[in-house]
């Protein structure tokens, strides 16, 4: 911290099991392999969703531990904005700073309101498995995410104490809710075969292109595995964070894709036929139901619904310390109010409600688009990508110019110069796709409008800029030792 230049003032509550917790219950991969990968069935059918899965977590991989090595050098709760100021050419550093924070709020809010979206269908599969004609309309199932949103809050705020211990038990049900939803299924239901599974390619999107098909499919696989930084913004909270932290993000991330990579071979073989599956508005309940016992279904779903609240309350947590972490930068608008501490709950509260409102209003897209889940998706990969590909294209800049950088005590070593290099090209490969709608035809109702609302913040970004952040925004790099000026002291609220 008196490197970063910044003032301590969270208490440091999480260790490395609570912190692997914390990281791993947002990953959540094998839950969210099962829920939010109904694109990939149209586009490329089983086979298709199984080999685009396998590409994009290797290739993912390369962002993971760039990402890791930079948190190594700089553990600060600022994450991509930070690094992006500290490494990043002299001339261009306050811009493509402040542009980072902007990009980090939107993906990690859209992040939030994911989540909670997914806490409303979870709801609304646990009653369809009792009445098979039951579906919310666009309103109800906003104010269904609009109470999660209530509950979430409480957690972060007035239940902050016990959040390390919370995240430990997360951990324990995460694995253990790996094998009472897996076994069951691989027991009970009837089986696809091994040609549909890994052979047989579909492209049921109206793109009548495999590869195109194939391609936008990645997005919402990037998003099962998205999130391996949501540690790094409460790293002025875990115990020895600069090896803690990195570890917990790439072994996490290891495991995640372990666990779901075995939970979709599971669900593809176990799912039943590909038509009904694409008919489906909920493709996992038909998984669940295969099983053959409504009450198994329930008891499935419920697993499901508790370990994906699980990951919200990190998610929440994660955002606001981000939004926190930027407002003590004076980055955002009002940055004194919302970067004030509870220094009895140990928590940004102000951030915490903030992060609130501002995923409502995200939730709002419900009442006017079919494909809600997807745009917000799209809008998380889209604003955090961005900061991905600008932060280790800094770092990136300074290997190659072999400019010096801070010590890691988790190094990518003489292999970082490839592993940045190819984390930045598939960063923006992933935002080219990210903007493109999931199939075709494509109406007002069903188009993505996630590039539309990844420029307005851009465009809202650079106005906040011109109007706020060009007399007030304090750069991190200014505060960094060995680049701060003579008598600047450590930064605070």
């Not at 991330?253 to 008919?279: E, H, K, S, T």
């Not at 995200?362 to 889940?373: D, H, K, Q, V, Y």
Request: with cysteine; charged share 10%.
């Amino acid at each position: 911290m008196e490197r970063l230049g910044k003032k301590q003032e969270f208490r440091r509550n999480f260790g490395l099991w609570s912190a692997l917790g914390f990281v791993s219950i947002y990953l959540a991969t094998w839950e969210y392999v099962l829920v939010s990968l109904s694109v990939g069935f149209p586009n490329g059918g089983f086979a298709g969703l199984f080999w685009c899965f396998i590409v994009t977590v290797c290739c993912y991989a390369t962002i993971v531990a760039s990402l890791a090595e930079m948190e190594s050098m700089a553990p600060t709760s600022g994450g991509q904005y930070h690094w992006v100021s500290e490494f990043a050419p002299p001339q261009y550093q306050r811009l493509l700073s402040y542009a980072s924070g902007w990009m980090s709020t939107l993906g990690w809010l859209a992040s939030v309101a994911a989540s909670v979206n997914v806490i409303g269908v979870e709801i609304e599969a646990l009653v369809e498995v009792i009445l098979p004609d039951f579906a919310f309309t666009g309103w109800q199932l906003t104010l269904v995410m609009f109470a999660f949103i209530l509950i979430t809050i409480v957690f972060n705020t007035y239940g902050a104490r016990v959040l390390p211990k919370l995240e430990i038990v997360s951990l324990i049900g995460h694995l253990l809710g790996f094998f009472v939803v897996m076994i069951p299924l691989l027991v009970l239901c009837p089986k696809n075969t091994a040609f549909d599974v890994f052979v047989n390619f579909q492209d049921n999107s109206g793109y009548n292109n495999i590869g195109m098909a194939y391609l936008t499919s990645q997005v919402t696989v990037m998003f099962c595995n998205l999130g391996s930084d949501s540690v790094v913004h409460i790293s002025e909270e875990v115990e020895d964070a600069s090896l803690t932290v990195p570890r917990c993000m790439w072994w996490s991330y290891v495991g995640n894709v372990v666990l779901g990579i075995i939970m979709l071979i599971v669900m593809l073989f176990c799912i039943g036929p590909l038509d009904a599956v694409i008919d489906s508005d909920v493709p996992y309940l038909l998984l669940f139901n295969n099983a053959g016992s409504p009450g198994l279904s329930v008891f499935l779903n419920v697993i499901l619904f508790i370990l994906i609240f699980a990951g919200n309350i990190t998610a929440l947590a994660t955002c606001a310390r981000e939004i926190w972490a930027f407002s003590r930068d004076r980055g955002l608008p009002a940055s004194k109010w919302i970067g004030k501490m509870n220094y009895n709950l140990n928590v940004p509260d102000n951030a915490v409600y903030l992060t609130s409102f501002f995923c409502g209003i995200l939730a709002l897209i419900n009442i006017g688009s079919t494909l809600a889940f997807n745009i917000i998706v799209s809008v998380s990969v889209l604003g955090l990508l961005s900061t991905y590909m600008i932060s280790i294209g800094c770092v990136l800049w300074k290997r190659l110019t072999r400019q010096p950088l801070p010590p890691a005590r988790w190094s990518l070593g003489r292999y970082g110069t490839v592993i940045n290099l190819f984390g930045f090209l598939y960063s923006a490969f992933i935002i080219v796709f990210a903007c493109f709608p999931t199939g075709l035809p494509v109406d007002t109702a069903s188009a993505n409008w996630a590039p539309l609302v990844w420029v307005l913040v851009i465009v809202l970004a650079v106005i906040a800029y011109v109007l706020h952040g060009k007399r007030h925004y304090t750069a991190p790099v200014e505060f960094v030792e060995g680049r701060k000026a003579a008598g600047t002291g450590l930064q605070s609220t």
